[in-house]
């Protein structure tokens, strides 16, 4: 799915240069289960970003099945994201003035999908995630267990073939947590993709395979190689 | 979901935060749309005191001022009524008519009129006949009206009151204003009493809401016979065939009659024409506020909605929302508040226009259909390129800003 050849991103503040990340060559398979570990500042959610489309590297290329995602322009950049990503943030990142049921439309929304269709998908995936009585609840009057699962009720609208998570269990109590993560388990049964940033060792625990990042280096990038039912 | 529910939400979550710049176009908007439906009118209503008013040049006595002549028309200051003839012979181009006046106090039914000698168009007629005059069919140059010469004098005496002249006016009889018809209870057919001698009502001449509505009409050398006045007048109104005749006018007849003053009739309106070039002006420096200052405010409430949702709009960009739906949705905020403030502002600023017109003006003001559309159109031009800037710096936001923690 990813290969990523000769990579760096360097950030330069006050005459000062960073190397956020480094990777002469990292591949991430279909259906891999990829948790990306490491403290903070390692380059943990520079990768992420690269991964994504939204960050360019200074050197070297990132294949997005079979494309070279950053000598692709912006919209079609955009486009692979829309269609083929979900993205799932530690702080959910729900609109706040939009419903449940609004959030979760949004990304139909920008993938063109109908209004009646944008309805009846989003309301079968709160009801997957268990928030088919909360449709009509905003954010602020939901529970951060319960945000999340809305969150990742719209990261699954547009059937991604991959998702990136930043700390998806970071803010979640324990019940909240599991519930995420058996989601994720379930998403890599069916043969697709994550890639996860995450201090949660249990969390990495359940990934088929980590990336240890220290200082923007990939630290025995091949360690921990297994699977999740080992 | 779409665009316009992802803008109309956050508008309706938080309108106190676009109310200022809304409040800011609105008002502009309701200055612009007041001032200019005022002037607007208050144009029209000059435009056609000039055309009721008929004369475009008034001759009068040297020392007379325009307030006398408006006020009351009476004044003891006079002209010889040669310098009439002296007009006609001179034929002057584009003088299509001649109207002098003699004005005195004279009392109907004991209240005080103003009697009012005429000469009429008739008279004329026969004295250029006389002295072999083409009368007025010289043409001026760049004459506007398409003919010009010998007409009929056969008009009704009701035309007196928009004419300003009466073609046929027998020495016994007089014209009666509204309201003088009104308190001595006249009718054409009977007879008013003026000086101890009996004229014949021709006509009641229908309101003008002008002095003219308590006059007494009654022909010019009647009025100089009874008064003793002699071969006199207080003015002569000199109707020019268009409006462009008056200027060429005055400095022919100022040399041909050294003795008299000779104004146009848009100095006499010049204070009301004055004030409505003003308020023109004025409306051009609204607007100029209405740029500036409502400009400013969109631009810095939308550059800081895009502050506050750099996060959001991250996210929106993660999600997959191109750059240029980013910029729309920030340039849908602004027509938003712009259209809110516009609209509300044109319907503001024609009530206050209605309202404030008759006692700014003492004009009537109705709806301006395409001056309100061009109101709305300059506010959503300004909030637009007010708001193009910010908008296109949340396009160009980095949308790894959606992985920053709160």
């Known amino acids: ?230 | 979901m779409n665009l316009k529910t992802l803008v109309w939400r956050e508008l309706a979550e938080r309108p106190s935060a676009m109310l200022t710049s809304t409040l800011t176009i609105l008002l502009g908007v309701t200055a612009l749309v007041a001032i200019r439906h005022v002037t607007v009118f208050s144009e029209r209503e000059v435009g056609q005191q000039l055309q009721s008013l008929g004369a475009n040049v008034l001759v009068l006595p040297k020392d007379a001022t325009l307030q006398d002549y408006y006020s009351a028309d009476l004044t003891e200051r006079t002209l010889p009524e040669s310098h009439v003839a002296s007009i006609l012979l001179e034929n002057l181009p584009g003088v299509e008519r001649l109207s002098p006046k003699l004005c005195v106090s004279a009392k109907v039914a004991n209240r005080d009129v103003t009697l009012t000698g005429i000469l009429p168009q008739s008279e004329f007629q026969a004295k250029a006949a006389w002295q072999s005059v083409s009368l007025f069919s010289n043409k001026h140059e760049g004459c506007k009206k398409a003919a010009c010469g010998p007409k009929t004098y056969d008009a009704a005496p009701e035309s007196l009151a928009s004419e300003r002249t009466i073609d046929q006016l027998k020495d016994n009889e007089a014209i009666i204003g509204a309201d003088v018809a009104e308190f001595s209870a006249l009718k054409p057919g009977q007879t008013v009493e003026l000086f101890g001698e009996k004229l014949q009502v021709l006509a009641v001449l229908p309101r003008t809401g002008t002095v003219d509505d308590s006059r007494v009409f009654a022909h010019l050398h009647t009025v100089q016979r009874l008064t003793n006045a002699g071969e006199v007048v207080n003015a002569i109104e000199v109707m020019g065939c268009c409006e462009d005749a008056a200027g060429g006018l005055v400095p022919k007849l100022a040399e041909l009659l050294p003795d008299a003053k000779v104004v146009t009739i848009s100095q006499v309106v010049s204070t009301q024409v004055g004030i409505n070039r003003l308020m023109s002006q004025m409306s051009l420096f609204v607007l100029g506020i209405l740029v500036i200052v409502g400009g400013a405010s969109v631009a810095s409430t939308i550059s800081s909605n895009v502050r506050e949702r750099r996060r959001e709009v991250g996210t929106l960009m993660a999600l997959g929302a191109t750059p240029s739906l980013v910029t729309r949705m920030f340039l849908l905020k602004a027509w938003t508040l712009g259209i809110v403030g516009a609209v509300g502002g044109s319907v503001l600023g024609l009530i206050v226009a209605m309202v404030l017109g008759a006692h700014w003006a003492g004009v009537t003001v109705k709806p301006l259909p395409g001056l309100i559309a061009l109101s709305i159109g300059a506010a959503l031009v300004i909030t637009t390129l007010a708001a193009l800037w910010p908008a296109r710096s949340a396009a160009k936001l980095d949308p790894c800003c959606c992985f920053q923690e709160v």
């Open chain 1, 1 to 230: 799915m990813f290969h990523l050849q000769d990579i760096t991103k360097v950030y330069r503040r006050r005459q000062e240069e960073v190397v956020a990340f480094k990777a002469a060559s990292l591949d991430i398979g279909l259906g891999e289960y990829v948790a990306v570990v490491g403290p903070s500042g390692s380059g943990k959610t520079t990768l992420l970003s690269m991964l994504g489309g939204m960050l360019s590297p200074d050197t070297g290329k990132v294949w997005f099945e079979g494309e070279s995602l950053y000598d692709l322009p912006v919209t079609a950049r955009t486009q692979r994201r829309r269609e083929r990503i979900g993205f799932v943030f530690q702080t959910f990142n729900l609109v706040p003035y939009l419903t449940a049921l609004e959030n979760v439309q949004v990304p139909l929304f920008l993938h063109g999908v109908s209004k009646s269709e944008q309805r009846d998908r989003a309301v079968a995936l709160l009801e997957q995630v268990g928030l088919g009585n909360r449709v009509e609840h905003k954010p602020s009057e939901l529970s951060t267990g319960q945000q999340q699962r809305v969150a990742l009720a719209r990261t699954l609208a547009n059937n991604p073939r991959l998702i990136l998570a930043d700390e998806p269990t970071g803010n979640l109590d324990p019940d909240s947590r599991e519930a995420v993560l058996s989601m994720f388990d379930n998403f890599v049964r069916e043969g697709r993709t994550i890639v996860m940033v995450t201090h949660d060792p249990g969390a990495a625990a359940r990934a088929s395979r980590r990336l240890c990042l220290n200082d923007g280096m990939l630290v025995m990038p091949e360690e921990s190689r297994t699977t999740k039912a080992a």
